[in-house]
């Protein structure tokens, strides 16, 4: 397959698409690279598995695109390297997202420590969430005692919505949204997680 990020450039989007991929439920798949937005796409260069090779190119682990460990054995090979996506200096390497906090590489650190954090979402069962907004996708996950409401904004606009539920009680475990009176304000590719009662 390609990498989503060659299908989904726009990095807000790929945060949401991770974000629903490690809450929603099941057991997430993370395709190397896809966690600091590496492209590519099936190269076409005649009848050889070389096409495959853009889809799974090495790792990019450094700023300039080179160094030790880099499995770019495939160097000089062909069209699938003259045509290679790891370009110095692009923000798509783990060095350049290592320590910048809204980077997607951090993001998908958060979403994974959350999830690991809290048994409603490691392990609970899915439910929907039923609100009055198109744009925005809810659901719960639910474990025991414990039950966590995942509010997505799918849009690139502010939504509000209202939930169909009444909670009496909600803590805020992701993002910066505020629950009020079973409405919530959403910024564009927003993902809020609240643990309600």
Not at 46 to 62: L, S, V
Not at 75 to 84: K, L, M, Q, S, V
Not at 147 to 156: E, R
Not at 159 to 170: C, E, I, L, P, S
Request: glycine share 8%.
């Amino acid at each position: 397959m390609d990498r989503f990020a060659s299908l989904e450039p726009n990095i807000e989007k790929q945060k949401v698409a991770a974000a629903l991929m490690l809450l929603i439920g099941g057991v997430p798949s993370i395709y190397y690279g896809q966690e600091i937005g590496m492209q590519g796409k099936i190269g076409n260069w005649g009848n050889t598995d070389g096409n495959d090779i853009p889809r799974r190119a090495a790792f990019d682990w450094y700023t300039s695109a080179t160094g030790k460990g880099m499995a770019t054995w495939y160097e000089g090979t062909g069209g699938w390297w003259d045509n290679n996506l790891l370009t110095p200096n692009d923000g798509i390497s783990a060095e350049e997202q290592l320590n910048n906090d809204s980077s997607l590489f951090n993001y998908y650190k958060r979403v994974i420590r959350l999830k690991q954090m809290h048994p409603a979402l490691a392990k609970g069962a899915y439910q929907n969430a039923i609100n009055d907004n198109d744009n925005i996708f809810s659901f719960y996950r639910s474990n025991k005692n414990r039950k966590a409401l995942v509010a997505v904004n799918l849009s690139g606009e502010v939504q509000t919505t209202r939930f169909k539920d009444v909670y009496k009680n909600d803590t805020l475990l992701f993002g910066n949204s505020k629950l009020y009176q079973n409405t919530i304000q959403l910024k564009p590719y927003d993902v809020v997680v609240f643990e309600i009662k």
